[in-house]
């Protein structure tokens, strides 16, 4: 993750707290080693970058930097949020979160 998309991922989850909702920043997959030296796998592919609740409805956020887009295995999971009755969706800016939330009736 570079520094401005962590800045991003941080805006994102401050505007969320503003407006009432409660988040967390879900770890993106990767490869750690043990205390042996061993490889373990960590995350889930797909999964997007904050998971959230405003107003009791579920939110799972994707913060997207420049030409960036939802990889296969992330729209996969977007689509299982929706078909649950959350929303899920890849933002560029605040602006985009706020835009969602307004248009879904939570901001």
Not at 61 to 80: H, V
Request: aromatic share 6%; hydrophobic share 45%.
């Amino acid at each position: 993750m570079s520094v401005v998309h962590d800045d991003l991922v941080r805006s994102i989850r401050l505007y969320l707290s503003d407006v009432g909702g409660l988040s967390i920043h879900v770890e993106t997959p990767g490869l750690l080693f043990d205390k042996n030296g061993r490889p373990v796998k960590i995350g889930k592919k797909g999964r997007l970058d904050i998971c959230s609740c405003v107003k009791g409805r579920f939110i799972a956020i994707d913060a997207k930097i420049g030409r960036d887009r939802l990889k296969p295995d992330q729209q996969k999971f977007a689509a299982a949020v929706e078909k649950a009755g959350g929303i899920a969706f890849a933002a560029w800016s605040v602006d985009d979160v706020k835009a969602r939330l307004h248009a879904e009736g939570l901001a």
